[in-house]
């Protein structure tokens, strides 16, 4: 049985801190129906531990397995889960999930660095805006499983070990990358020297800014660090504001009026207003307006949002195309939690350029 942690960073820094050898599986490509996409990321250590999951389950085992191989050896590996196939049902892992998944499994030890996996974390975490860069079909020159990081201009890859650079012919696509939804991450190809690279942007954490501090916020901020959200709170309230109330949040004490002082807005992909505070959501919103957060969603009733609209008054017209509200997905929500899960779903939709909607049919 494999032990299984949420949490890649926290893996990661504890198995560092002991000098234990890991792998690190990348989805590389996939065609058809798949649990993941090309850019996801999973640790796998020594003795049946790892984070994050490729598939739900389904192909853990054996990459355990395999991955077991990769740290003796040194040395990255390809494979490939297909199972479009009806033999799949017969001779592979009887999966039926009609896809593909094509997986890199990389070495990192201690002596290297714990490369590429420690370089990929280090820009994540100070939210450098960069992509890497990996080998999946390889040529004299570029062998399997060799890292780059891009150029901040997308004009060029730089090894991460040696002193390997490959020119981009074409940096439009990076260009283009930088204009997608802010949560969606796509990965894509580049071509070298004969091989092959798969491009992977680094994806950075959501900062969602959350203007009161009830007992409703609880539930959102569970789901946000579920989520992996940065998240921080802002209250007027001293009995609210505290930060032994919110230990997956950054909680700050703040009138209404000086919030903008307090924290700066751009900062965050989205805010969501829930003081039940009419004066207070009322200055919330003003700084907001004026601020570049793409998504703000107010909690409440369609009346209570036009009041606040009309409060607001030429203000209001710098929150259209941002403004939500009553915030949420239409999912039926009446408890605290049901509730944040609508929030957060709707979050999540439009920061990644999703509907929102169903992905069946009933039959």
């Not at 609880?218 to 309230?237: C, F, K, N, S």
């Not at 950054?250 to 919030?259: C, E, Q, R």
């Not at 003081?275 to 793409?294: E, N, P, Q």
């Amino acid at each position: 049985m494999i032990a299984y942690h949420a949490d890649l960073h926290s893996f990661f820094m504890q198995s560092r801190d002991r000098g234990e050898p890991l792998v690190l599986a990348t989805i590389v490509q996939t065609s058809g129906s798949t649990y993941r996409k090309a850019g996801a990321h999973m640790l796998i250590g020594p003795e049946g531990r790892a984070a994050g999951l490729l598939s739900g389950g389904c192909l853990e085992t054996d990459l355990f397995e395999r991955a077991q191989r990769v740290l003796e050896s040194r040395t990255a590996e390809l494979v490939t889960y297909d199972t479009r196939s009806s033999d799949d049902l017969i001779w592979g892992l009887g999966l039926g999930c009609e896809g593909a998944t094509t997986i890199l499994l990389t070495p990192l030890h201690l002596d290297s660095g714990y490369r590429p996996f420690a370089t990929i974390e280090a820009a994540r975490v100070a939210r450098m805006r960069t992509a890497f860069a990996v080998v999946i079909r390889a040529a004299p020159q570029l062998p399997l499983g060799q890292w780059f990081q891009m150029s901040s201009d997308g004009r060029a890859l730089q090894a991460l070990e040696g002193e390997a650079e490959i020119i981009v012919e074409d940096p439009v696509e990076y260009a283009n990358r930088q204009t997608l939804p802010i949560a969606r991450s796509n990965t894509w190809e580049v071509h070298a020297g004969g091989a092959l690279l798969r491009v992977i942007p680094v994806p950075l954490s959501l900062r969602i800014l959350i203007l009161g501090a009830g007992p409703d916020v609880l539930p959102l901020v569970q789901i946000a660090d579920l989520l992996g959200w940065e998240v921080t709170i802002v209250d007027h309230r001293p009995a609210y504001a505290v930060a032994d109330r919110f230990p997956n949040a950054s909680v700050v004490l703040s009138p209404a009026l000086d919030m903008a002082s307090a924290v700066d807005p751009n900062a965050y992909d989205a805010a969501v207003v829930m003081s039940h505070h009419l004066i207070s959501d009322i200055a919330y919103l003003r700084a907001l307006a004026r601020s570049s957060t793409a998504y703000i969603g107010v909690l409440g009733p369609v009346a209570r949002r036009e009041r606040l609209l009309n409060e607001l008054g030429a203000e209001a017209a710098m929150l259209v195309g941002r403004l939500h509200g009553p915030i949420g997905l239409d999912i039926g929500a009446n408890t605290p939690e049901s509730i944040a899960l609508a929030i957060a779903g709707e979050i999540h939709a439009m920061l990644s350029g999703a509907s929102g909607r169903s992905l069946g049919r009933s039959l």
